[in-house]
């Protein structure tokens, strides 16, 4: 049998993707099986968030009354206190497999995803909780301002709606940073929100782009009708990887500008083709 020669890399940097633009479809074309797989462990995580959006869609449709709405809103508001820190543990796991992806280490990610999870699902829950909390106070607060407010003055219910939502959408973006800083550096928490904070803010159009797209898309097939609803939890269990990876890519895209380039240069640019890399 002849013998065959075995590549030293399998990989080269040259074959890299030049911007996490192109990274994104490459991945998408070589490793879309994985981020199948990933979404697919991650909706175990995201399952006490299905049941409370179903649950939701089919107490809502019985309520005879303003206050039977009330109470449901108040009880899918409060199961996001449950829901958030269970799915933000996962997404530690999550985030940890698409840096070894997007940094090109060669690892298998089913595999790093317990990794992940074993080292920082601590920090990932109390992510989590941050948002259920946020998520809360932007469902209970969107009914207390849509119904019972209106009729004393429409101006502070028009101010009070935007404001919930527009803090369930900054903490949420917070949330996506804070993650990608907990399996990328070393750091205690209130600096890990303090510079995902800044990060978001000085990123605010690019961030509220991709909060749109994930999980904006979601949010909205859930809000329109039961079948869309429907749709929308299928994509939520098996490509919620898309939207994930579409984040994680602006996350590290951000900290390569903001952090990498000056006080990380090992992982400057790391998986694409302009990374200050030697082969060997």
């Excluded at 994104?24 to 968030?49: C, G, T, W, Y």
């Excluded at 949010?219 to 984040?247: E, K, N, P, Q, R």
């Amino acid at each position: 049998m002849r013998e065959e020669k075995i590549k030293s890399k399998d990989y080269s940097t040259s074959e890299r993707p030049e911007t996490r633009t192109k990274q994104f479809f490459d991945i998408m074309r070589h490793r879309f099986v994985e981020l199948l797989k990933l979404s697919l462990l991650q909706a175990v995580f995201n399952m006490p968030l299905i049941v409370s959006i179903v649950l939701f869609h089919i107490l809502s449709k019985t309520a005879t009354s303003i206050n039977a709405l009330m109470t449901i809103f108040i009880i899918q508001g409060l199961s996001f206190l449950i829901s958030m820190p269970f799915a933000f543990t996962g997404l530690t796991g999550f985030f940890y497999c698409l840096k070894k992806i997007i940094h090109a280490e060669g690892e298998y990610a089913s595999s790093s995803y317990f990794i992940g999870l074993r080292d920082e699902w601590k920090k990932g829950a109390v992510v989590g909780m941050i948002v259920g909390a946020s998520l809360a106070l932007a469902v209970i607060g969107f009914f207390f301002f849509y119904f019972y407010v209106p009729s004393y003055n429409t101006t502070i219910a028009g101010l009070g709606i935007a404001i919930v939502i527009i803090q369930a959408v900054m903490v949420l973006m917070v949330a996506y940073y804070s993650i990608g800083q907990i399996v990328m550096y070393t750091n205690k928490m209130r600096f890990v929100l303090k510079n995902s904070f800044i990060m978001t803010l000085m990123r605010f159009p690019q961030n509220l782009l991709f909060i749109i797209i994930h999980p904006g898309i979601l949010v909205s097939l859930f809000a329109i009708m039961d079948i869309t609803a429907f749709v929308g939890v299928v994509l939520l269990i098996a490509l919620s990887g898309i939207g994930l990876l579409i984040w994680n890519l602006n996350v590290i895209s951000a900290f390569d500008k903001y952090i990498n380039k000056e006080s990380y240069k090992e992982i400057y640019l790391k998986g694409l083709s302009t990374y200050n890399q030697t082969e060997e």
